[in-house]
């Protein structure tokens, strides 16, 4: 699907900045909707998904402690359990045959065969695009965050293929792979409860620079200076650890928008009004392609589903939302008995100051001499907190839930 060559070249390849008449104003209206859809979800979302994240790797933060004199970092797998455990099955469920998908024929046709070769082509090209992969990846969003999403891209490829004789030929061929897509970096309409409805959604990610002037050199977008990506690396794991790494000058940041927008912002729109259309820009507003939706049926190139609905959402729940409170509880209690048993097994030592000598070392070791003015047993006393051995013989409590 070739629309690059729609936008041909500007009169100086090195101007980022000259625009085509209307892409400026195309450039504005996006990004002040993008920008709204992304306050609404990180407000609302943000701090949430970043918890649920570290609780599925099993990363700690001072934020997550439950009291300030907590000294545990444990993080118990029940939650991260809970999460795969319900994704393998899904992945089961899907992909436990070969064929595990089929085509349904017309019934007024009596021939049965051209369906089934319909259906082995899609396999085989599923399976030369990682299409399982990725829809793997999407239902692991969705049993994290409680919305599985994924993109749906055209390209064409060239590859080496046996010829007649045994020798390499090159052939072309559409691929259509599947990319599943983090909802923190998926916008959408706020108002909106799915993709059909939307004003638009769009994807925000970060691009090696090489990626993007391979395509410009290409003409699918448009040449011009691409102003770097000066941010920090997108914090993924929920901790901010990363944040400060430096990614400038090998990057850059672009917005994949899919949906309507004022027909005299494009060139070359059959419509008027408002026209579905496909548009990448970056975030500093410069337009590498813009065009009216060349699909048949101006589908956009996204689908999403909801692990669990919730009614008038387009973001649903889930296993990490429902398992919250009870991985919650069982840190608690899991830190605090080792924080108790802490407490109990360290030697901790009560001393008559004014009977010992200066700068006295209280740290136990084998073999340790200890020196003081008088009897040990009048000057050194050991405190204990408790019995370990009650707490050992304590039976945890178990906390169960099922995605």
């Known amino acids: 699907m070739a629309i690059g060559n729609q936008f041909g070249e500007t009169n100086n390849p090195n101007d980022a900045r000259q625009e085509y008449d209307g892409f400026s104003g195309l450039a504005e209206f996006i990004l002040m909707k993008v920008d709204h859809a992304r306050d609404v979800r990180d407000t609302k979302y943000g701090t949430r998904w970043d918890e649920y994240t570290r609780l599925w790797r099993g990363f700690f933060t001072d934020k997550d402690k439950n009291t300030d004199s907590e000294r545990s970092r444990l993080i118990a797998p029940a ?13 089961e469920a899907i992909f436990s045959r070969k ?3 089929d085509v ?67 052939m072309e061929r559409i691929s259509v792979p599947v990319e599943a ?11 909106s409860t799915n993709i059909e409805e939307a004003l638009f959604v769009a994807h925000e990610v970060i691009k090696p620079m090489h990626t993007i002037r391979e395509k410009q050199r290409q003409k699918i977008y448009r040449k011009g ?22 990614l400038r000058d090998s990057s850059v940041k672009i917005i994949e928008y899919a949906g309507r927008v004022p027909a005299v912002f494009l060139p070359d729109a059959a419509g ?36 669990d ?28 008995r080792i924080d108790a048993l802490a407490l109990m097994s360290a030697p901790m030592m009560g001393a008559d100051v004014s009977r010992l000598p200066r700068n006295a070392d209280f740290r136990v ?25 009650i707490l050992a013989n304590t039976s945890s409590t178990q906390v169960i839930w099922s995605g």
Do not use: C
Request: hydrophobic share 35%; glycine share 8%; charged share 25%.
């Open 272 to 307: 008027s009004g408002m026209v579905e259309a496909l548009v990448t820009l970056t975030e500093d507003g410069f337009v590498l392609r813009a065009v009216e939706n060349p699909y048949r049926m101006k589908d956009r190139p996204y689908v999403a589903y909801q692990h």
């Open 365 to 389: 070791r084998p073999g340790k001499t200890v020196f003081t003015r008088g009897r040990p047993s009048e000057i050194l006393e050991p405190i204990q907190f408790g019995n370990p051995s």
């Open 99 to 101: 064929a595990w998908f």
């Open 225 to 246: 200076e691409l102003s770097p990506y000066t941010g920090s690396r997108p914090d993924t794991d929920g901790t901010g650890a990363t944040a400060n790494v430096d």
């Open 79 to 91: 939650l991260s359990q809970a999460i795969e455990m319900t994704v393998s099955e899904i992945e």
């Open 309 to 336: 609905s919730v009614p008038g959402e387009f973001w649903g729940r889930g296993v990490a939302e429902k398992g919250y409170n009870p991985q919650k509880a069982l840190d608690a209690e899991l830190r605090a």
């Open 104 to 170: 349904t024929d017309d019934i007024a046709d009596q021939n049965k065969d051209d369906a089934v070769m319909y259906r082995n082509q899609l396999l085989e090209d599923f399976h030369l695009d990682g299409v399982q992969r990725s829809i793997s990846d999407a239902i692991l969003m969705g049993a994290i965050y409680g919305t599985g999403i994924a993109k749906i891209n055209v390209t064409k490829k060239t590859e080496l293929q046996a010829g007649p004789t045994g020798e390499p030929v090159e």
């Open 181 to 191: 897509v983090r909802p923190d970096q998926f916008l959408i309409d706020p108002a």
